[in-house]
């Protein structure tokens, strides 16, 4: 069954929410941790009012930091906590969408296609891309604005304009509306993560920009163009992955193995070349499928990217920015969302700290307030 064209004025609504508010929630809810963010707006600043994270290995019976499948009542549980702890006054929040519970694409329509029957075509042109029935999807997308005026295009760049599709099924929508809802909380709007990791990492970028999301169970990667996301991929390893290779080769518990990938990390000492010889081979391979991702895009695209911003709780890890700059051979910035945001000068150095990990849920947050 076909979505009805009249659904599609209300997709954005659906799947991005409304517009801007003076207070807004980011709630990300990871498969290690919960993260939250409280902004306000003051003569258009963006106010940090509170943040929180909370672990939810214990909710599963599982140590700190590891990344879990739980029930979705004790996710309500854990997210009540942290809302409590973090003494949350706002009800309505913004809640971001996990990237491998999506489909992300980019497709071409002809120029000539009328205005009016553009959510017609592309509805059509989505039976194409996406595997599953349109009637079990919501669908949104983006239309990519012409190169500047002095650029050159192809021949087929002439003909055609990029649309940006993302469909999220909507058991999964029903399933974070359930736990929002549950947690006494109301939906406000449902985000995909690496649009909102996007908008706190980035500022006005005028060249293709990596962005690499280092989270416990997967590395997520989106690159984007004049701030706009052209392509978005997921890779199966993640800073667990590399705690259970020391817990393994050690022969010590996780919680010892995270301390020592937390304090050691990836130094160049001597007396720590066996931790690094454990580690390197895990990120090698992340970073094969990073660069490999990079590849595509600058085949697909003819553009170059310039940088990397790198986010998540997986990218503080000591030396993993020099090691970055050297599998990339490209510049590698560690992300500073907390810096879109005005806070009391004595937290800098904590939010400095924790900042990488908190990109969604700020991002989350700032979209309610612009």
Known sequence: MQIPIKDFSDLKKKILGSGASEKALGVDIGSSTIKIIQLAKE??????????????????????????????????????????????????????????????????????????RLAEVIQMEARRYIPLPISEVLLDWWIFPDKEVGSEETEKEKKFIKIL?????????????????????????????????????????????????????????????????????????????????????????????????????????????????????????????????????????????KRIVMTGGGSLMKGLINFAVKRTTLEVNLADPFVKTHYPAFLEKVLKGVGPDFSIAIGLALRELI
């Not at 163009?225 to 392509?231: A, E, L, P």
């Open 43 to 116: 003569k258009e600043q963006a106010i940090l009012q509170t943040y929180g994270e909370l672990a939810l290995g214990p909710y599963g019976e599982m140590e700190i930091g590891r990344s879990v499948k739980i029930a979705d009542d004790k996710i309500v549980e854990a997210l009540k906590d942290v809302i409590r702890e973090a003494n949350v006054k706002t009800k309505i929040a913004s809640v971001a969408i996990p990237l491998k519970s999506s489909f992300v694409t980019v497709v071409n329509i002809p120029r000539l296609v009328n205005e009016k």
């Open 165 to 305: 599709l993302v469909a999220i099924h909507k058991n999964v929508i029903g399933k974070y509306k359930n736990i929002i809802t549950k947690a006494g909380l109301e939906i406000g709007a449902f985000e995909l993560e690496s649009f909102s990791m996007l908008r706190s990492a980035l500022f006005r970028e005028t060249a293709p920009v990596a962005v690499i999301d280092f989270g416990a169970s997967t590395t997520k990667i989106a690159i984007a163009d004049y701030g706009m996301m052209r392509s978005a991929h997921s890779i199966n390893k993640g800073s667990q992955d590399l705690t259970l290779a020391l817990s393994n080769s050690l022969q010590i518990n996780f919680k010892r193995a995270e301390e020592i990938k937390r304090d050691i990390g990836l130094s160049n000492l001597p007396e720590h070349r066996e931790i690094t010889s454990i580690l390197e081979p895990i990120l090698n391979y992340i970073f094969s499928e990073v660069n490999s991702v990079i590849k595509d895009f600058q085949v697909k695209y003819n553009q170059s990217v």
